[in-house]
């Protein structure tokens, strides 16, 4: 008769395994014992095979009491009851009544579902008992196994420790197979060798003996049997040839004589592991011994496979953490690097941002001619600082550079000697990074640690920081150079130094717009003429570069060689109008220009001027009061027809003359206000009446109103009589 009971699943149980429930023949069917005993000795007249085999051991008698049938810890209890019911006549049942049946030495334990009925003569007398038993044994087991099945599937839900899992799953099947002793080995990364899961009932040195045991034919039976994808049965390890003599003397020492392992495989068909019981003595496996090891076998693939996705989804999430922090470091160092601009800051930041996060040491060098030189140098803490100037460092150093200067590629390796220790003591990493630009090698980055060797992250990182810290340096060079040629450049258009006028104290400033890459239109001069004259001029070339250079050093010599010919202002600009149209035959350029001449009077200066489309210069008398000069005159190189005159004033000791481009009173403020010649004006009546105040005056009024922010050239030139 088979028991089947009606087990409910787990929820989400038919998604985790499809051998839920248990197979309810995994324990094998349930007999019904029969026994009709007879009178007050209770005589067994007739039983059914079932009764001799289980409960009288196999002794196959009748016509003797029952008591000598069955083993003394069973007649406790089921005798008392025998008694009871055949004294009183009335039936009895007993659920769940556990008996120890067995012949001495290999008892078990079985429960049974027991009704004892009395049995009545013709006259209605009892006259004996019949015993009937539902061996309940089987059934007890299945819901045990479903209870501790349903428990490990919630520990796999959960995400519970594979070990805690795997543990807890043989100390199951050794519960509910008394004499058996579990291991679960898993595959390692490689997938070459078997790593211990557990085995929480076999001696700790037996489990690490086989921790590693290789993959393959002869290994055992776990080696072989997931060498074979198949189960595999020792039944005498002792005999067995896939024992290697090795693992035959630890299963000695073990005290196991048999074992079966079965292969643990993922729903795809990978190798997950082995499944092994182990027997104390020889023995050859039973069908209810190979269907428990196969229906926990499916629970540890499952909960494997569980483990190994929890694992690959948080590997994935902090590869894709790190990633993030990488790019962030990546972009924030490069960043920082770019905002350098100059070469050798761009080179001293990269070294302060790869410590320590990086590297605990770094050194940045550069080849110039034929030359290497160490640039920029950090350290993590003051006293590792000085190793990077240790002798036993720097030749070895100095050798690497040298090599990835040659070779353009990164090279890594180690220090034999840390500087401080004895020959043969703790050395250290190195890693030296090539530092490349538009297909040339100008330097490289030397990285030294004292407690890793260098992973294939770590150089990527590396890598990547130095290859966009060397375009911003070569950046940095390119624009150090331009910045350095467009200054001496502009330098060359602009007199070296104001001359010493007599009766007149100057001042003039200069200030390009941006970062000063291309020179700038903006000029002023002061130069002597005949008969005790005095040039004086400013002006703005339209543009920037070349062309506006070129464009200012022609008006300033044509002004030059042409004023000391001419006595009039007025034939003096336009004599640089032709020579500006000749100049500019083919382009749409225009100069803005004011120019005049001094000539020292007994009462201080008198000044000629002529304006061609130039801010209009400005007076501030010595009682602070400013007054605008706006004399006709239109754009030169725009059709300039030599229309309009000159203006003639007088400087007396403590009136100014100042004049200045456009890039001053259109200059904005950072919500976009314009700087305005009122503004100018304004500037000028609180200051003391000298040169400079009334210089310092404007540019400082300016600067603060644009928060040092202007778009273009300005320059400014101050006249005052003494």
């Known amino acids: 008769m088979s028991i089947r009971p009606d087990l409910p699943g787990p929820p989400g149980a038919a998604t985790l395994s499809p051998q839920w429930p248990p197979d309810p023949d995994l324990f094998g069917p349930a007999p019904v014992i029969f026994a009709s005993l007879s009178g007050p000795g209770h005589i067994v007249e007739s039983a059914n095979p079932a009764f001799f085999d289980i409960v009288c051991g196999g002794r196959r008698r009748t016509g003797v009491p029952i008591v000598e049938l069955m083993p003394d810890p069973a007649v406790q209890g089921v005798i008392d009851r025998i008694r009871e019911v055949y004294r009183t006549g009335v039936p009895h049942r007993t659920r769940d009544k556990r008996l120890i049946l067995g012949k001495s030495g290999a008892e078990q334990e079985r429960t049974f579902d027991l009704t004892y009925e009395p049995r009545r003569d013709a006259q209605g007398r009892v006259d004996g008992v019949v015993v009937i038993a539902m061996d309940t044994t089987a059934y007890r087991d299945t819901q045990l196994l479903a209870a501790e099945q349903r428990a490990l599937l919630e520990q796999i839900a959960r995400e519970a420790p594979l070990e805690e899992i795997l543990t807890g799953m043989a100390r199951t099947i050794e519960d509910l197979a008394p004499g058996t002793l579990v291991s679960v080995l898993l595959v390692d990364a490689d997938g070459r060798r078997l790593r211990h899961g557990t085995g929480p009932s076999l001696p700790d040195f037996y489990n690490e003996g086989v921790d590693g045991v290789a993959i393959g034919e002869g290994q055992g039976a776990c080696g072989t049997a997931a060498h074979r994808r198949q189960r595999v049965v020792c039944a005498d390890i002792a005999t067995d040839p896939l024992w290697a003599a090795e693992y035959r003397r630890l299963a000695e020492r073990a005290g196991v004589g048999s074992c079966w392992s079965t292969p643990i495989l993922s729903t795809d068909g990978r190798l997950l592991g082995t499944f092994a019981v182990y027997h104390r003595t020889p023995k050859t496996p039973e069908p209810k011994d190979l269907a428990l090891g196969a229906a926990f076998t499916r629970i540890a693939a499952l909960a494997i496979e569980r483990h190994q996705a929890v694992a690959a989804g948080r590997a ?59 640039i920029a140098s950090a350290a993590a803490t003051r006293a590792e600082e000085a190793l990077l100037v240790a002798p036993e460092w720097c030749e070895v150093v100095d050798h690497v550079v040298a090599r990835v200067l040659a070779s353009g590629t990164t090279e890594t390796g180690s220090l034999d000697v840390r500087p401080g220790t004895e020959a043969g003591g703790h050395g250290a990493g190195y890693l030296c990074v090539p530092l490349t630009a538009r297909g040339s090698t100008f330097g490289a980055l030397a990285l030294l640690t004292l407690e890793r060797d260098w992973d294939g992250h770590v150089v990527a990182l590396a890598e990547e920081l130095a290859g966009r810290a060397a375009l911003s340096a070569d950046n940095a060079r390119q624009f150090t150079y331009r910045v350095r040629l467009a200054h001496d450049l502009q330098a060359g258009l602009l007199p070296p130094k104001l001359p010493q006028v007599p009766g007149a104290d100057l001042a003039a400033s200069y200030h390009p717009a941006g970062e000063g890459l291309d020179v700038g239109g903006d000029f002023y001069d002061v130069f002597p003429l005949p008969d005790d004259r005095w040039a004086v001029m400013i002006g703005d070339v339209c543009g920037h570069g070349a062309v506006a250079a070129t464009t200012t050093g022609m008006v300033r010599h044509t002004a030059r060689a042409v004023a000391r010919l001419l006595h009039d202002p007025m034939s003096v600009v336009a004599a640089i109008n032709d020579a500006l149209a000749e100049h500019t035959a083919d382009q749409d350029l225009f100069v803005s220009l004011v120019y005049g001449e001094l000539r020292h009077t007994t009462t201080g200066q008198a000044v000629t001027l002529m304006r061609a489309g130039h801010v209009p210069p400005l007076v501030r008398r010595a009682d602070g009061t400013v007054e605008r000069l706006v004399p006709p005159g239109l754009l030169l190189g725009l059709g300039w027809d030599g229309a309009g005159s000159p203006v003639r004033l007088d400087l007396h000791p403590g009136d100014g003359l100042v004049l200045v481009t456009d890039g001053i009173t259109e200059a904005r403020s950072p919500d976009g206000e314009l700087f305005g010649e009122e503004r100018l004006a304004d500037t000028l009546t609180s200051v003391p009446p000298t040169a400079t105040a009334l210089l310092d005056s404007v540019t400082t009024a300016v600067a603060a109103f644009t928060h040092d922010t202007s778009r273009d050239d300005q320059a400014a030139l101050v006249v005052t009589a003494v």
């Open 316 to 374: 994935s999430r902090e590869r894709e953490r790190s990633a993030r922090e990488d790019l962030a470091f990546v972009l924030e160092a490069s960043t920082a690097i770019a905002r350098e601009q100059h070469f050798a800051n761009s080179l001293r930041r990269l070294a302060q941002l790869v410590v320590p996060g990086l590297a605990q040491l770094c050194g940045v060098y550069v080849a110039d001619g034929g030359y290497r030189s160490r």
